[in-house]
């Protein structure tokens, strides 16, 4: 019996290996799940590269192209609102000359010594988390690279996704969490150091990691898989409703940025389970508090063969030109968060007991646990904070200081303001200015 | 029973020497060749208001330490065009002059992180501030009041001993107050 050969493969198609087995399913935690087939998602059609093509209206496109901040913070740590891109440190780390990997690469016989010193290097260069996951297919961006603002081009970008992941197996992702005080001031320009410094840090971290691994003589693609999706298979986190990777000693407050792909041989991590698919069923405390409502205050939705928590990205983006000259980025549901609190023992312990809790009795705690938090916290968190000059208290259009970017009353007018109040615009009142609640 | 505080990684580790001592094959790879090869941008043609002279010493502190700087110290120096050098300091188990590798470099790399942003900062706000002037580091670390020098000429300070590394100075004529 004459067998018909497979056109792609030249092979009898009994021989033909099925992708499922090679690439199984991955299991994500318990709080997103693959339901169908995932395509690969196009940078083209991620927010900032569609709102550089202005496709999200002319408001937008001069507030992400041609506006320059007048917080001279950020004017330092934010490479489209600065005058001079050689005063900000990742737009020049994009211009400086790329290294090549070692050609007399380092053996590795134990890739469980080798993982356990990669992680070590990480936290020298400044990651507090680090996230090694085994590289899947539907990780993968189509096509291109995603790396804001920096121009990376390897000789893997026109190999696919599969051939990618034989070639290249593990997958690293090396978040820096934000300070926990500065990013209480959500909605301000404190918030927008730490958010904008922050990503100087990991630009730093990511370019030192690069060069390191090269330097052990292996290869690494920069920003070819969706870090959300490598943080939760390697156990960094699990996902909230807020969209955020939400982890077990920082709660949300973590910056994600590029992946690194690399063929160093690694162990991969596992998914972790801290409770967030409980809390999420229960808090919505980001939704509520989300200045254009964004949040979704039901359940899941299947997006792209994924079933999870989804945002509405859209609503979200467009309010930044409105308050570019308060604030540049939001970090509201970072902030109000119930997993976002400093580092200490007894939140350590209440995401420990939430852990081990069975899941059947985990809702009775969550409750609990929550009712802690909005007595302690505040139902919609307003606290003040002071730094370098800044200084949350004083309401938006009453600042004292002429100084630009300061917002500080300083000397008499400092006791005009008592209290411990924080203010952050858009103030609660004119909210729904931006976006009709629901 | 394992105590997180006895753990044995140090000696588990068989690349620690590698990441600390091995010279870089290729100089691009390294993140501090970068910053020290970095062009400076311009400074901001229009000046902006700043605070008192203690009030901005204050800050440039507070910002280079959240940066990742150790110590940080403000001294006066000698020259007409920059009355004043910020120090930013970084501590360094292995001395970045004697361990080429890019961990051995990570002091240096940490300091130079920070003196970038923070001189950038300064240029932004309309003064002028440089890290390419030549001076001598320890000397003028030990001028701000953070350790002093020893008969070879390095700086010791009380909080880390000679374990320490001065990255680069930030000269400027931003109006700061100098320390001791």
Redesign the interface.
């Known amino acids: 019996m004459a067998v018909t050969l497979d056109p792609e493969t030249q092979r009898a198609p009994e021989e033909r290996v099925p992708a499922a087995t090679e690439f199984p399913t991955p299991y994500l935690g318990r709080t997103v799940r693959i339901v169908d087939q995932v395509e690969n998602v196009d940078t083209n059609e991620m927010p900032h590269p569609k709102n550089s093509r202005g496709e999200l209206g002319l408001a937008l496109f001069n507030w992400y192209n041609n506006t320059v901040s007048s917080d001279p913070l950020e004017r330092v740590s934010s490479h489209n609102h600065t005058a001079d891109k050689r005063n900000v440190f990742n737009a020049m780390m994009s211009r400086t000359p790329k290294g090549n990997p070692n050609p007399r690469r380092v053996p590795v016989d134990d890739p469980a010594a080798m993982t356990r010193h990669i992680k070590r290097v990480a936290r020298e260069f400044g990651a507090d988390i680090v996230g090694i996951a085994q590289a899947h297919p539907s990780f993968l961006y189509k096509g291109s690279r995603y790396v804001e603002n920096m121009e990376v081009g390897d000789s893997h970008e026109l190999e696919g996704a599969q051939e990618l992941c034989r070639k290249f197996p593990y997958l690293i992702v090396l978040p820096v969490a934000w300070n926990y005080e500065m990013s209480q001031a959500h909605r301000h320009h404190i918030g927008d150091a730490s958010y904008h410094l922050s990503t100087q840090q990991i630009h730093s971290v990511i370019g030192s990691m690069i060069g390191y691994i090269q330097e052990l003589g292996y290869n690494v693609i920069r920003g070819a898989a969706n870090p959300q999706a490598v943080a939760l298979a390697s156990g960094v986190g699990e996902l909230g409703r807020n969209g955020m990777i939400i982890t077990k000693k920082y709660g949300a407050r973590i910056h994600l940025q590029d992946t690194l792909m690399t063929d160093l041989p690694l162990v991969p991590g596992k998914p972790i389970d801290i409770g967030v698919e409980d809390f999420c069923n229960v808090c919505r405390k980001c939704a509520v508090t989300c200045p254009t409502n964004s949040i979704s205050f039901e359940g899941k939705q299947v997006f792209n063969g994924v079933e999870k928590y989804k945002i509405k990205w859209l609503t979200c983006y467009k309010l930044r030109p409105y308050v570019h000259e308060h604030w540049g980025s939001c970090l509201t549901c970072v902030a109000v968060c119930p997993y976002t609190k400093p580092t200490s023992w007894w939140r350590d312990l209440a995401v420990s007991t939430l852990s081990h809790c069975p899941i059947p009795l985990r809702p009775a705690l969550v409750h609990a646990l929550k009712a802690i938090d909005d007595k302690f916290w505040g139902v919609v968190p307003q606290r003040r904070v002071r730094w370098m000059g800044y200084d949350t208290g004083i309401k938006p259009g009453e600042k004292a200081c002429t100084i630009s970017g300061c917002t500080a009353d300083h000397g008499e007018a400092a006791k005009a303001a008592p209290g411990n109040v924080g203010y952050y615009y858009p103030l609660k009142e004119n909210t729904n200015r931006f976006v009709k609640r629901a | 029973m394992k105590l997180p505080f006895l753990s044995k990684?140090e000696e588990?580790?068989?690349?620690?020497d590698?990441?600390l001592n091995?010279p870089?094959?290729?100089?691009?790879?390294?993140?501090a060749t970068?910053l020290r090869?970095?062009?400076?941008?311009?400074v901001?043609p229009v000046t902006?208001?700043?605070?008192t002279p203690e009030?901005m010493s204050r800050?440039v502190k507070?910002?280079a330490s959240?940066?990742?700087a150790d110590l940080v110290g403000v001294a006066k120096t000698d020259r007409p065009d920059y009355p004043f050098a910020v120090m930013c300091l970084t501590r360094a188990e292995h001395d970045p002059k004697q361990s080429p590798?890019?961990?051995g470099q990570?002091p240096a790399?940490?300091g130079l992180?920070a003196t970038?942003?923070v001189s950038?900062?300064i240029?932004?706000?309309g003064y002028q501030g440089t890290t390419k002037v030549e001076v001598n580091n320890d000397e003028l670390a030990a001028k701000a009041g953070l350790g002093t020098l020893n008969t070879d000429g390095r700086l010791v300070t009380p909080r880390y001993g000679a374990r320490v590394h001065v990255s680069g100075a930030i000269l400027t004529d931003l109006p700061l107050q100098a320390d001791a």
């Open positions: 990684a588990d580790d068989p690349y620690w590698f990441f091995s870089l094959s290729d100089d691009r790879n390294s993140v970068a090869n970095a062009p400076e941008g311009v901001n902006d208001d700043i605070h009030v800050h507070e910002l959240f940066l990742g590798g890019i961990g990570l790399q940490r992180f970038f942003i950038a900062w240029r932004e706000l």
